[in-house]
């Protein structure tokens, strides 16, 4: 549990960049880089977090949002995006489920041992499945949800965007 | 009981109620018994129905929505049941077809003939659990479960079928999707 108060307004204004567009549906497993961001989620009575006990079902709750006509982001570790490639690539592309996904980049740089082989490979898993993403510095954060956006109203396909270190949360 | 006659029997009680069926056999037997547009048929992502029905109830108070599930996929995704247990949607409604084995790919067993997934649903806080074993009991379980306050967990025990399966699912995934948000605007 290490956010800042900088964690804490950058997680605020983030949520409200995101519920500005309709984003109220959020879904995950926590991750301590989301801390900000979660607590932020979780306070909000505007919005609604669900925990999931999985990250692929997250992906499978979301994608249920998002067929109900809303739009819904997943927020998860890079190690759940191992889980939840089924998910996404039998469900959310094939289908044509656009949501938004929020992963923490861990293994970015040096990181517990568990984290590098993801570290390593998260990108790369990506790119091969289809799933664009970006990978936005604290400044940048607004235009990589921008670009998002727009892929996921024109594509209707999900897009990521990996969050590293100290923008939500150490 | 097989598969196939549950399935019939339960679409014999559905109005415009949104199913989630379950991937496999479960989606071709739901797709044979009644073909509509509240039916989100998946052809993969196995586990996840109960999650993305979940996610449909939790956002469309208003609507019963229906996880028709297989007893393979539940084993997979056991977490959400305890999701959907704590969150206690008062409109989900999960029937499980539980024919304790892995009927589209040859029958193999799996642990549902020795561990009741009705007791774990009970426990991880469902409502309202029911365990069917003859389609009289079945038609009343699913008559009864539907006008209950939810979580409703149905376990309907099955024989797997003997005959050619249903026909694979016809509609490409994303008209799939068109045809299912559609029922739910």
Known sequence: MKWTPEHTTRASEFSRLLKKDGFHFFTGVPCSLLGALLQNLSEDKDVQYVPAAREDAAVGIAAGAVLSGRRAAVLMQNSGLGYCLNALTSLNLIYRIPSLLLITYRGFGPDAPEHLVMGKSCEGLLKEVGIPYAVPEKDELEKAYQKAKKYLDHEKKPFAIFIKRGIFGE | ?185
């Open chain 2, 1 to 185: 009981m097989t598969s196939r006659q549950a399935i019939d029997i339960f679409y014999t009680f559905l109005q415009g109620e949104p199913v989630v069926c379950a991937t496999g056999y479960i989606s071709r037997s739901a797709q044979g018994a009644k073909d509509r547009l509240e039916n989100f048929y998946m052809i993969g992502s196995m586990g996840l129905a109960s999650s993305i029905a979940l996610g449909v109830a939790l956002c469309k108070p208003q609507k019963k929505v229906i996880a028709l599930d297989g007893d393979g996929a539940v084993l997979m995704n056991l977490g959400t049941l305890a999701t959907i247990g704590a969150l206690k949607p008062a409109n989900f409604f999960h029937l499980v077809i539980d024919n304790s084995g892995y009927e589209s790919t040859g029958n193999q067993l799996s642990h549902a003939g020795r561990v009741p997934l009705d007791k774990i649903a009970q426990s991880a806080g469902y409502a309202h659990v029911r365990r069917a074993e003859t389609p009289e009991a079945l038609r009343k379980e699913i008559a009864a479960g539907l006008a209950k306050k939810g979580p409703v967990f149905i376990l309907a025990k099955v024989s797997p079928d003997s005959g050619a399966p249903a026909p694979r699912v016809h509609a490409a995934p994303e008209v799939i999707t068109e045809n299912f948000s559609k029922c739910l605007r």
